[in-house]
């Protein structure tokens, strides 16, 4: 069996969960907001004793890899409706931040001209200071998505670290070039 789709999901308290397994859906509702999935269809789901319970219909290689999938999809919508997700940004280089205004970033990535980045329904931004964002949300794909198209306007390069980072992400620096003599 399954070691990650076996084990049981805890529903906390203020969290509702709705099963129907005859159209594969599954529903959770908690203080954050609610979300909604589709499983897939040798997948299926019961609750039992305040605990979702995952199952899948036989031994084969894929029903094994979706068992543990589905449970750990489940698992995040539990955490995202109760906790949410959050990732953090890093921007480096002078000149270099960020403004935030109503559900609007604009980024000053040394261009010519400013970015501007609207968040998508369910995400909100938090700037500190003028050079860290935190993407916030209870859609833990989506959270990552948003960071890393933040991210991908302009990624870390290696020599002086100038770009925008993940806030758990360490840069390997590269020496630059060095002069070994004027040949004089």
Request: charge should be positive; glycine fraction near 10%.
């Amino acid at each position: 069996m399954s070691r990650i789709g076996r084990l049981p999901i805890v529903i906390p308290d203020g969290v509702e969960v709705k099963i129907d397994n005859n159209k594969r859906i599954i529903e959770v509702k908690g203080p954050m907001g609610s979300l909604n999935r589709t499983m897939h269809s040798k997948i299926s789901a019961d609750i039992a004793e305040g605990k979702i319970i995952v199952k899948r219909s036989s031994d084969s290689k894929e029903d094994k890899s979706l068992h543990g999938l589905t449970r750990s999809l489940i698992n995040n919508m539990v955490v995202g409706v109760t906790e949410g997700f959050k990732k953090g940004l890093i921007i480096e280089g002078v000149g270099y931040g960020a403004m935030l205004k109503d559900k609007t970033l604009t980024l000053q990535l040394g261009y010519s001209h400013s970015i501007v980045y609207t968040a998508p329904e369910l995400i909100d931004f938090e700037v500190k200071q003028k050079n860290e964002i935190i993407v916030k949300g209870i859609k833990k794909e989506q959270v990552g998505q948003v960071a890393a198209e933040i991210r991908s306007y302009k990624k870390p390069e290696p020599y002086k670290g100038k770009g925008i980072r993940y806030a758990t992400e360490r840069i390997r620096r590269k020496a630059g070039k060095s002069v070994v003599g004027t040949g004089a």
